[in-house]
């Protein structure tokens, strides 16, 4: 007689402290394949699930093996056809001898660089490491979607917090009706007039009859009403909610940055960065996000992704061509009845004299009202940071985008030199959204 | 009426229901114990989902393990290429446990599900129960028990010592695995209530028993009884050891008692696979002999239904191809298809022999009870000796086999033997070597300690026809066992 098991509902996922000790032991290498993998694709799927390769070294499991060659060995191998005894097989000039000989290593996999499916939340968890985000602002990133319960009607299960007591005594009450369970006030009537009967001190025949027959009536009633319960589990509503992601709109994001040649890879890796954080930043806020890539030099035009990142060119820096180009097109395509516009905006702060002015009259006076937020972020050698303690200093476009940031409570700077730097311009940003979400 | 029930079908519709597998184990059960006369554990079969399977996968099909990086790293791996679509999940797990525990894939259809019954819950259930080496070595009553205690006492050790102690510590015995299984000599089994028990005794003892070992060594002593004592302290060490994990666990200088306690887990464990390993081709070919014979019963007595029995001939002839050896991703021989043809083979001999099969099998040749004949193989033999003994001409010609010799000195292989009349008998013996493990693993002992020393340890590897070691991985090892051992370890080559 067999045991029949039906296991599968059994908790899925006995494997994740393993995996998670897995990736804990291959943290590092993880890590920089994230980045690697981050600097390779776009920004906006930066995120989700994503293959990593992690080289061999670092977790192997070594054990005492035969090594591939020497020695003396033989092998039994099938689907001879011409062979006979006596052949010789010149050996290929690497490898084992005779294809299907050679013995694999023990777990089956060689020594190849190990492959693997990062989920969402691993991937993201190793991106912000050296972000230095902080934890609240990680999590809300993590989750993908605001989502809002909303009322959908009534079910028959759900915790007691939920239940709708109206809902559930109103159909008690139409169940009683239709059950016809005897109304307690008709029993108080009864019982009154019993013992309004038992008080008599001397009953007569027809009183005595109808005492009987009262008490009778009685008992009848109160095993029906017994039977036919007050609430039944039956009439018991819950109220349902369904988790609706919030009312969402159409965002536009803006990425402007100075592709001159000052502007190396370490230079465009950190922008990238910014780039996606906002992205993220958005994608959690709204359905729809595009993403508008302009480059300038002293010219600006609007490209792909692939190009704002990879191409070079070469030319001095018009800051302003830039921000014009933004105008421009959100003029033809975005109008900001519909479209919240985000710009983020990348440079080493290098910009043509007299320019300065020029952009910092254009953003205050025409981009700033449209926009929802504009960050700007220079980008500094690392040496120079400490130049530039202080915000005060700078040059011509740092000075004139500080003016800027004094009258625009929606413009935030930054000089940043390490990933780290990163977040804090984006950290009103994230205040903002928890108010919001608090107050809600 | 008995006779009409007993030929309808024992299911129409492709998806399967308890009832289903209900109904088709009761008739494979019949069939497998009163024709095959199969002596088995009682069956649990559990279902489980693709998800599930993968788990199992990654823990060596166990179904509790304790947590390690590794099985993590298994478990990626396979879920990638299942995800990928590159490999199928296998069908089943059978667990060797009493009762003998089955897995088998919800996304089985009814026919795979009854395939796979009659697969693992009798063919392998049979060989765990009957075949010596299983009897021997493995504790089918407590091996659930045990794992489960060991999970527990690792994840007691990790609250208590951290995380990564433990994570090196199993490293290292995990890359000893292989040579620390006792080959020879049987331990005593040891059920967890004792385990436990004896589990305080020993440690104390043991540290006593480990520190005797060096306190002597300062008092300056004439060297004719200085090495009197060596050999005596030797000869208590047992020396040469073959089981690594063993020695390291009963006289490592610096281990902690709760370590040698892991240490003891992990050899367990590999002790208790070690049957496993010795009995690829029989244990498979065990299993899908029961299931042709099972599956062909009921289809001709029409309790499988045409469709059904197609679904099943289709993933039987995928199991149990053999690939040429020039085929892409040829992997050698299939152990489930030679053992399955050696065993229909054996069939074949008791039943219809030859004059060859006279000649090669004159015991069982034209015998009449061809169970008995494979129940005593199934019984009593393993891989390598069910090779010397039962390879037949008519099998190795059939797979069209033949031996290839290579000398890391020659510029060419040779080929030393085909399926001719001059070659079966070398092909066979070949194949034996290829399928004894204890030439496959390196022969790795304990040979030596200079306990009034430096306290190195001296291991040695006896090469087989001067078959090296791998050098990238025999140091990793040896570094993981200078770390369990805490001093110099050193190894030494030597050819047989």
């Not at chain 1, 010789?88 to 050679?102: L, N, T, V």
């Not at chain 2, 788990?55 to 298994?74: C, E, I, Q, T, V």
């Given at each position: 007689m067999a045991h029949l098991v039906d296991r599968r509902l059994n908790p899925k996922g006995k494997s994740h402290g393993n995996r998670r000790r897995f990736i804990g032991r291959v943290r590092a290498a993880v890590k920089n394949a994230v980045d690697e993998s981050v600097r390779n694709r776009d920004i906006a799927d930066a995120d989700g699930e994503k293959m990593i390769t992690v080289p061999a070294k670092g977790i192997a499991e070594p054990s005492f093996r035969h090594a591939a060659k020497g020695g003396r060995r033989q092998w039994?191998?099938?689907?001879?056809?011409?062979?006979?005894?006596?052949?010789?097989?010149?050996?290929?000039?690497?490898?084992?001898?005779?294809?299907?000989?050679?013995?694999?290593?023990?777990?089956?996999?060689?020594?190849?660089?190990?492959?693997?499916?990062?989920?969402?939340?691993?991937?993201?968890?190793?991106?912000?490491?050296?972000?230095?985000?902080?934890?609240?602002?990680?999590?809300?990133?993590?989750?993908?979607?605001?989502?809002?319960?909303?009322?959908?009607?009534?079910?028959v299960a759900g915790t007691p917090a939920n239940l709708s007591v109206m809902r559930t005594m109103r159909n008690a009450y139409g169940r009683r009706i239709a059950m016809r369970r005897p109304k307690i006030r008709d029993l108080d009537d009864l019982i009154l007039r019993i013992q309004a009967l038992e008080a008599l001190d001397m009953p007569d025949a027809a009183e005595l009859a109808e005492l009987g027959e009262l008490r009778e009536r009685v008992d009848l009633l109160r095993k029906r009403q017994r039977s036919v319960p007050f609430v039944d589990p039956l009439d018991v509503r819950y109220k349902f909610f369904e988790m609706r992601p919030e009312p969402s709109s159409k965002a536009v994001m803006f990425c402007l940055m100075d592709v001159s040649a000052s502007m190396g890879e370490r230079e465009k890796d950190l922008a990238k960065r910014f780039f996606v954080l906002l992205h993220l930043f958005l994608k959690q806020r709204y359905d729809k996000i595009e993403l508008v890539f302009i480059r300038h030099t002293q010219t600006a035009s609007e490209v792909d992704e692939e190009t704002f990142f990879h191409s070079r060119e070469t030319g001095g820096t018009v800051v302003s061509t830039a921000l014009k180009q933004m105008k421009e097109v959100i003029n033809q395509r975005y109008p900001p009845s519909e479209w919240n516009i985000y710009a983020a905006q990348a440079s080493d702060g290098e910009n043509y004299g007299g320019d300065s002015e020029v952009c910092a009259d254009l953003l205050q006076e025409a981009l700033m009202p449209l926009c929802q937020y504009f960050a700007y972020i220079e980008i500094l050698q690392e040496s120079e940071v400490k130049l530039m303690n202080s915000d005060d200093n700078g040059m011509e476009l740092w000075r004139a985008y500080r003016k800027v940031a004094g009258h625009c409570p929606n413009f935030a700077m930054k000089r940043i030199a390490t990933p780290a730097d990163i977040y804090p311009v984006f950290r009103e940003l994230f205040v903002k959204k928890g108010q919001g979400v608090s107050d809600a | 009426m008995p006779e009409q029930s007993g030929s309808a079908p024992l299911f129409e519709s492709t998806e399967w229901n308890f009832d289903a597998i209900q109904r088709s184990y009761d008739a494979i059960e019949k069939i497998a114990i009163d024709d095959l006369k199969l002596d088995v554990y009682p069956n649990q079969i559990e279902i489980i989902s693709a998800?599930?399977?993968?788990?199992?996968?990654?823990?060596?099909?166990?179904?509790?393990?304790?947590?390690?990086?590794?099985?993590?790293?298994?478990?990626?791996?396979?879920?990638?290429?299942?995800?990928?679509?590159?490999?199928?999940?296998?069908y089943e797990i059978v667990i060797n446990s009493n009762p003998c525990i089955s897995y088998c894939l919800e996304d089985n259809s009814m026919a795979l599900q009854a395939l796979v019954i009659a697969h693992a819950a009798f063919g392998h259930n049979h060989f765990f129960k009957n075949n010596h080496l299983f009897r021997q070595w493995s504790d089918a009553e407590g091996i659930l028990d045990y794992l489960e205690y060991a999970r527990e006492f690792i994840a007691r050790c990790e609250e208590k010592h951290g995380d990564h102690e433990v994570e090196q510590l199993l490293d290292a015995a995990h890359s000893l695995m292989h040579t620390s299984v006792f080959r020879h000599r049987r331990p005593a089994s040891i059920s967890l209530r004792e385990e436990r028990a004896r589990q305080r005794e020993r440690l104390r003892d043991e540290e006593a028993a480990v520190h005797y070992l060096w306190n002597s060594f300062e008092r300056a002593r004439p060297q004719r009884i200085v090495d009197e004592h060596v050999r005596e302290r030797k000869r208590a060490m047992k020396l040469p050891e073959e089981n690594l994990l063993y020695f390291l666990e009963r006289h490592s200088p610096i281990l902690e008692p709760w370590q040698r306690e892991i240490l003891r887990i992990v050899r367990n464990i590999a002790q208790y696979f070690y049957p496993q390993r010795q009995t690829k081709v029989m244990n498979e070919g065990c299993a899908c002999f029961v299931h042709y014979y099972i599956m062909n019963a009921l289809h001709s007595s029409g309790r499988l239904s045409d469709g059904a029995m197609f679904e099943i001939l289709h993933n039987h002839t995928n199991v149990l191809t053999q690939p040429d050896f020039d085929a892409p991703h040829s992997a050698g021989i299939n152990p489930y298809a030679l053992g399955f043809a050696m065993m229909q083979d054996i069939r074949r001999v008791c039943e219809n022999p030859t004059p060859e099969?006279?000649?090669?099998?004159?015991?069982?040749?034209?015998?009449?009870?061809?169970?008995?004949?494979?129940?005593?193989?199934?019984?009593?033999?393993?891989?390598?000796?069910?090779?010397?003994?039962?390879?037949?001409?008519?099998?190795?010609?059939?797979?069209?086999?033949?031996?290839?010799?290579?000398?890391?000195?020659?510029?060419?292989?040779?080929?030393?033997?085909?399926?001719?009349?001059?070659?079966?008998?070398?092909?066979?013996?070949?194949?034996?070597?290829?399928?004894?493990?204890?030439?496959?693993?390196?022969?790795?002992?304990?040979?030596?300690?200079?306990?009034?020393?430096?306290?190195?340890?001296?291991?040695?590897?006896?090469?087989?026809?001067?078959?090296?070691?791998?050098?990238?991985?025999?140091?990793?090892?040896?570094?993981?066992?200078?770390?369990?051992?805490?001093?110099?370890?050193?190894?030494?080559?030597?050819?047989?």
């Open positions: 039994v191998l099938s689907g001879n056809r011409s062979f006979s005894v006596g052949d010789r097989i010149r050996k290929p000039p690497s490898g084992a001898p005779g294809g299907g000989g050679r013995e694999g290593s023990a777990d089956g996999e060689g020594e190849d660089d190990f492959l693997f499916l990062l989920t969402r939340n691993e991937f993201l968890e190793l991106y912000f490491e050296d972000l230095e985000l902080p934890d609240l602002v990680k999590r809300s990133l993590k989750e993908i979607k605001a989502a809002k319960p909303i009322r959908m009607g009534y079910t | 998800q599930q399977m993968v788990d199992a996968y990654s823990s060596n099909g166990m179904p509790l393990m304790y947590r390690h990086w590794s099985f993590g790293k298994r478990f990626v791996h396979d879920e990638r290429l299942y995800r990928k679509g590159a490999r199928g999940l296998a099969d006279h000649e090669w099998f004159p015991d069982i040749a034209g015998v009449d009870d061809w169970r008995g004949v494979l129940q005593d193989a199934w019984a009593n033999y393993r891989d390598e000796s069910f090779v010397q003994q039962f390879l037949g001409p008519e099998v190795i010609r059939r797979f069209h086999l033949f031996a290839l010799a290579d000398d890391a000195k020659d510029s060419f292989c040779t080929v030393s033997a085909i399926h001719d009349s001059r070659g079966y008998h070398a092909v066979r013996d070949v194949m034996v070597a290829n399928l004894d493990i204890s030439g496959s693993d390196p022969d790795i002992q304990v040979v030596d300690v200079d306990l009034l020393g430096d306290r190195w340890l001296k291991l040695c590897h006896v090469q087989r026809d001067h078959v090296p070691l791998d050098a990238e991985t025999r140091d990793a090892t040896l570094d993981n066992i200078r770390s369990l051992w805490g001093y110099d370890v050193v190894l030494e080559e030597r050819s047989d």
